[in-house]
């Protein structure tokens, strides 16, 4: 009996309706439907689940990237996002959720970009919509590549923006299930559309920037190694050093701005931090109004700025010990007297090496700075203001309460 040929496109569709008696199946909707802060939308767009029970080995291996967000317009910026969370939260419409993925080196090959991604949806989805059944103009829908598996794979969301189907003499929404056969012909498609003309141009185009992306990282890694050198030749040398030891508040801007290199070089931790900045404005205002119906005092410290204080003091002591590393192992690295070609070739992989410590640092602060977004927004989602005083977020000193 012959081996059966792994097929180089499946898809996995699933529905959600808009309410359940089910309090787990309507938690999901929720999750869908951008009812939460840490929603599906944020995991689409960078890749990222949860980290509340995933150790740093699990994320490092993990090689968790996306390409972002993207539709039939292209990429989707922040006031993009912000309306497409708000048409989640409104609609009525069943919202489905789909997984396109490709066989591994058919995937790594003619999807393992977003602009071959967004190609194939592109030009695929409408006939798909059509062929199952739905309205293309009326779909909305997202969509993100993702590499974080040997198979690449689209996540993909679509709901229906108004109700078209007339049931008993009303408009209606569509129930949910779509026909097999649609979904097989939409399969069949993705295969043809993945390896056409236009398709090999894209390829073409993105190998040849392939080279200039690797060099970008090494010069990265280079500017950061020379940072953490700077800062390890001035830390104190006879007392404890970490981040909020004595003596190191005149470092502190030094290693904020390691910090900040790192967040603002990492897309992931950006989105985390710009979508933490609106639930902060969000919650401060809260606070603000309620201060101001019941005669009180505003804090003189935001909730944000608090917890930002933490997210700074949690890398900075992270980025103080690879300082101390990264120095030692770069003393080690120039004692080599290189007058020979196999001492300047030992010298060139000890300075490699060097690099990936800083590629390893910046890695290591990316899964502390999500984890650490990931829990201020689990607190910021059902913050009260009695439980910022009981909790210890708030001074009750410069928050007097009026009873």
């Not at 910090?259 to 603000?288: A, G, P, Q, R, T």
């Not at 690295?333 to 030992?346: F, I, S, T």
Request: glycine residues 2%; neutral net charge; aromatic residues 10%.
């Amino acid at each position: 009996m012959a081996d059966k040929q792994t097929p180089n496109v499946n898809f996995m569709l699933d529905f959600l309706l808009p309410k359940y008696e089910d309090e787990a199946k309507q938690d999901q909707r929720n999750y869908y439907s951008s009812n939460k802060y840490n929603d599906y939308v944020k995991y689409v767009e960078t890749g990222i689940k949860d980290l509340e029970n995933l150790d740093y080995v699990e994320y490092a291996n993990n090689d968790t990237k996306s390409s972002g967000i993207f539709n039939e317009n292209g990429k989707l910026d922040r006031t993009d996002i912000a309306k497409l969370r708000k048409d989640l939260r409104e609609t009525q419409s069943v919202i489905w959720s789909a997984v396109i993925s490709f066989e591994e080196k058919f995937g790594k090959k003619w999807c393992s970009n977003y602009e071959q991604a967004q190609n194939i949806l592109q030009k695929e989805l409408p006939k798909f919509f059509k062929n199952a059944g739905l309205k293309p103009e009326n779909m909305e829908w997202f969509a993100g590549l993702h590499e974080n598996t040997d198979n690449r794979h689209i996540h993909l969301v679509f709901f229906e923006k108004e109700p078209i189907r007339n049931v008993k003499g009303k408009k209606a929404f569509s129930i949910g299930k779509l026909p097999l056969n649609a979904m097989d012909m939409f399969k069949a498609e993705i295969e043809l559309c993945a390896t056409d003309y236009k398709a090999r141009e894209i390829k073409i185009r993105t190998d040849l920037t392939k080279s200039m992306r690797e060099e970008q990282n090494e010069i990265s890694s280079s500017k950061l190694k020379d940072m953490l050198i700077e800062l390890a030749n001035e830390l104190p040398e006879n007392s404890p050093n970490f981040y909020n030891s004595a003596g190191m508040e005149k470092l502190h801007s030094k290693i904020d701005y390691i910090s900040n290199y790192i967040i603002n070089h990492d897309k992931n931790i950006l989105s985390y931090k710009l979508d933490f900045e609106d639930i902060v404005k969000e919650k401060d205002e809260m606070i603000k109004n309620y201060c101001r119906r019941n005669d009180s005092k505003y804090p003189t410290e935001s909730v944000g700025d608090k917890m930002m204080k933490d997210l700074y003091r949690r890398l900075g002591n992270i980025i103080i010990e690879k300082a101390k590393d990264v120095k030692f192992a770069e003393i080690e690295r120039l004692k080599l007297d290189a007058r020979y070609k196999y001492q300047k070739q030992m010298q060139r992989k000890k300075l490699l090496k060097l690099f990936d410590e800083c590629i390893y640092l910046s890695m290591k602060c990316s899964y502390e700075a999500i984890k650490a977004f990931q829990d201020f927004m689990r607190k910021l989602e059902e913050i009260h203001i009695k439980q910022l005083i009981e909790e210890g977020v708030l001074d009750a000193e410069d928050f007097q309460m009026s009873m």
